[in-house]
């Protein structure tokens, strides 16, 4: 099968500017990514530099760009990827940022490593120093971690992100998930320590935007979003959430279903922001004349309004505030 493969290059110590470089290669039906790169620096180009080591799916340090999707070299298949792309792939590092490259497809990810570490992504806990037995625990507690040990920190989720583009302090999915670990960890200690961290405005989990690329690029099926979001309930379920516009608009949203079983938008804003709604009067009335915001007495009532109430009284785990 014969491939060509278009690579982003880039040596700062040389080159003015970022170029790509062209290689046609005959590759197997069975063949990776990871097994294309190699036969490039190998038999073609030495100075080629990129990331490996277990070829496994497991340190997570392969991770590149495909065609614009955060993917493991060494997992991703070049037939499929052909199917998918034609046979002409674009291999790129995960940020093209040049202040990230470090040489051609290894970005430098200080940033990563540094939000990682901030969350403390170990169990924390009195034990004792010499156990005489594991310290076991039921397996339907070890389901409520929902496979987010699974993680290894390929930073595909954090490139990927949104917020993370938008804004260098938020923490990322991989550290968010990791959070999430162990507060879902029973033998942890530091759960409100781990949720007070998360719920700070800025960082934390009020600030992603819920795009769910997170989702998409996760080559272990973490899924960060859904981790976020129980970090979320968590917040409000041990009492460590504070009361800020992000929190306001989250209970808003349960405030506007339970009384009509559809959510007010124009509410909504006035719940959370309170008297800073006028800054968005312009917003709002552009949408009220487009018919997407309605007056309180235009609001209509969601078919089945009963049967939705007794649902969110049966799962609503921590009172509202009024």
Request: charged share 30%; with cysteine; aromatic share 8%.
């Amino acid at each position: 099968m014969e491939v060509t493969f278009k690579v982003y290059r880039y040596n700062p110590e040389v080159d003015e500017k970022p170029h790509y470089e062209k290689y046609t290669l005959d590759m197997s039906d069975d063949g990776v990514i990871l097994d294309a790169l190699n036969k490039i620096k190998w038999e073609i180009d030495g100075s080629l530099s990129y990331r490996r080591s277990c070829r496994h799916g497991i340190c997570g340090s392969c991770a590149i760009k495909l065609n614009g999707k955060n993917v493991l070299a060494c997992k991703t298949s070049i037939k499929e990827a052909v199917e998918m792309f034609g046979d002409t792939l674009v291999i790129e590092p995960l940020s093209k940022n040049k202040e990230k490259v470090i040489k051609d497809l290894v970005n430098d990810k200080k940033d990563f490593w540094d939000k990682n570490a901030k969350v403390k992504p170990y169990l924390i806990a009195e034990i004792d120093e010499h156990p005489k037995s594991e310290n076991l625990i039921k397996p339907a507690l070890v389901e409520m971690i929902e496979e987010a040990d699974y993680c290894i920190a390929c930073g595909c989720c954090y490139y990927a992100c949104e917020s993370v583009r938008a804004n260098k302090d938020f923490l990322g999915p991989q550290a968010l998930a990791k959070t999430y670990r162990f507060t879902a960890d029973v033998r942890d200690e530091a759960k409100k320590e781990r949720l007070e961290l998360v719920d700070k405005l800025g960082i934390g989990i009020w600030d992603c935007v819920k795009c769910q690329a997170c989702i998409e690029v996760c080559p272990k099926g973490v899924d960060p979003f859904t981790k976020i979001t129980h970090l979320h309930n968590q917040v409000f379920e041990e009492g460590v959430a504070k009361r800020n516009v992000a929190t306001k608009h989250a209970e808003g949203f349960v405030h506007s279903i339970k009384k009509h079983g559809i959510l007010d938008e124009g509410m909504l804003v006035l719940y959370s922001e309170g008297v800073n709604v006028v800054r968005h009067m312009p917003e709002a009335m552009a949408m009220f004349m487009k018919g997407k915001i309605k007056l309180p007495w235009q609001m209509p009532k969601s078919e089945g309004l009963e049967e939705i109430q007794k649902l969110i009284e049966i799962s609503q785990t921590h009172e509202l505030k009024d």
